[in-house]
């Protein structure tokens, strides 16, 4: 069973940054491909980020398009969100998720692991 662990969540200022990273057990051909999502209080898990790993295709919500940047870091098996010019809006849990194989319109699709989620806060 594939075990995410995310880190790097917290409270930041509107305009601020912050990095997540979300560590797996193992990447196999059943969980190559790497996303994020996040949930606010009241509203629905939304899609954010993926990642097609050791391909290096990645895919994003248009919310957060040219600000949020997904990447497989140097340390094994782990992928990173930076986050840039964080609004109020972002603040949500984000989740660490993964499934097999990306493709355009992944985000809404079924991803088959979850981590247990890291709160980001940003005041404005």
């Known amino acids: 069973q594939v075990q995410l662990m995310e880190s790097g969540g917290g409270s930041v200022q509107a305009g601020g940054s912050l990095r997540l990273s979300c560590a797996a057990s193992?990447?196999?051909?059943?969980?190559?491909?790497m996303g994020w999502f996040r949930q606010a209080p009241g509203k629905e898990r939304e899609g954010v980020a993926a990642?097609?790993?050791?391909?290096?295709?990645?895919y994003y919500a248009d919310s957060v398009a040219g600000r949020f940047t997904i990447s497989q870091d140097s340390v094994k098996n782990t992928v990173s969100l930076q986050m840039n010019g964080l609004k109020p809006e972002d603040a949500a849990v984000y989740y660490c998720?993964?499934?097999?194989?990306?493709?355009?319109?992944?985000?809404?699709?079924?991803?088959?692991?979850w981590g247990q989620g890291t709160q980001v806060t940003v005041s404005s």
């Open positions: 998720a993964a499934r097999r194989g990306c493709f355009p319109g992944v985000l809404t699709y079924e991803f088959n692991y």
């Open positions: 193992e990447i196999t051909y059943n969980n190559n491909c």
């Open positions: 990642i097609y790993v050791d391909v290096g295709s990645t």
